[in-house]
């Protein structure tokens, strides 16, 4: 069998077995590819995504036998593949991943490499805050980006600092990302020129019909109140506190991002167009969030009182 009917094969039991994607691959037969690469023993660190002028060659029996021991696992487990070979791929690099962290997957992968230029002064950047930094991917790629940047990477799950943990190593990032464990911004007491987030913003309905690999990643990670907004409104409440007077927050708000724009409607955010989104990731300045702050926590207060009140209390 050669390596281009390998694929083709394994895509159409892919497909075949109903399997949901999104979770670092877009398709049947982007997976299909990655379980032929591993099963191959080949690095996938380039494009893995498109193998059409890679010459065709034949496979061992091995290789065979271990491509369909991988799909095998991902079709009766219905776990996510990145989750099966410990490994996901964000701007260009991989990273370790295991089910203690969500999977990296951020539309901020398009816009670090570009370090948020033209709202950006890459020169002007000296410090950095990922927040829920997960498998600390972002903070790692903003090292890169910026590298005479100090780096905190910061999120609510030791498990998932854990893995960041054994990134950070992986990288030889030590001396520049310091890891915090807060919810927000518990435990952070300087201020940044740059604020990087991939916050939770999936809704209540929207959490009740997530596919079932979806709920291998931490619940944590996804979860945000009735309408996605409840982690959000408090941090953009609180960020301005910890920006410098000249700096920028960049926030992904995907699928909660009509709701966002609709609750702030005074607010003049920034969308950064994306592929696949025109309005999944936004972008504030300082002065902006401290002349929102005011009307950022009436609107939380008058959501607090309605959930009080819808719950009898």
């Known amino acids: 069998m ?5 694929v083709a094969r394994i895509a159409g039991r892919l497909e075949a077995a109903g399997l949901a994607y999104g979770q670092g ?3 049947a037969h982007d997976e299909a590819l990655r379980i032929a690469y591993a099963g191959a023993a080949l690095n996938p660190a380039t494009d893995i995504s498109a193998d059409s002028d890679r010459p065709d060659f034949d496979l061992e029996d091995g290789a065979v036998s271990r491509m369909d021991e991988i799909a095998g696992m991902r079709i009766a487990s219905r776990r996510p593949l990145a989750y099966i070979l410990n490994e996901a791929w964000f701007c260009g690099s991989r990273f370790y991943v295991d089910e203690r962290a969500i999977i990296p997957r951020s539309y901020l992968a398009e816009w670090i490499p570009e ?10 950047v000296e410090s950095v805050l990922d927040l829920c930094c997960g498998t600390g991917c972002v903070a790692i790629c903003c090292a890169m980006a910026f590298p005479h940047a100090s780096i905190v990477a910061s999120d609510l799950s030791a498990d998932a600092l854990e893995v960041a943990s054994r990134n950070v190593a992986d990288y030889g990032l030590e001396d520049r990302i310091r890891l915090n464990r807060g919810d927000r911004f518990e435990g952070i007491g300087e201020r940044f020129d740059l604020i990087v987030c991939n916050p939770p913003y999936v809704s209540k309905d929207r959490m009740s019909t997530l596919p079932d690999e979806y709920r291998h990643e931490p619940e944590i990670a996804f979860a945000a109140g009735v309408d996605g907004l409840d982690f959000i409104l408090r941090m953009l409440a609180e960020a301005n506190g910890y920006l410098t007077s000249h ?3 960049v926030v992904e708000s995907g699928s909660a991002s009509e709701k966002l724009e609709q609750a702030l409607d005074g607010i003049p955010f920034i969308w950064l167009g994306t592929e696949f989104d025109e309005k999944a990731v936004f972008l504030l300045e300082a002065g902006q969030l401290k002349a ?7 609107l939380i207060q008058s959501r607090t009182r309605l959930t009080r009140k819808g719950d009898g209390r």
């Not at 050669?2 to 390998?6: G, K, L, S, W």
């Not at 370090?115 to 002007?124: A, G, H, K, L, S």
């Not at 929102?292 to 009436?298: F, H």
Request: no cysteine; net charge negative; hydrophobic share 45%.
């Open 25 to 27: 691959f877009e398709d």
């Open 247 to 249: 700096g920028i927050i």
């Open 115 to 124: 370090r948020f230029q033209p709202w950006v002064v890459p020169e002007r």
């Open 2 to 6: 050669t390596f281009h009917d390998a």
């Open 292 to 298: 929102a702050r005011d009307g950022i926590l009436q």
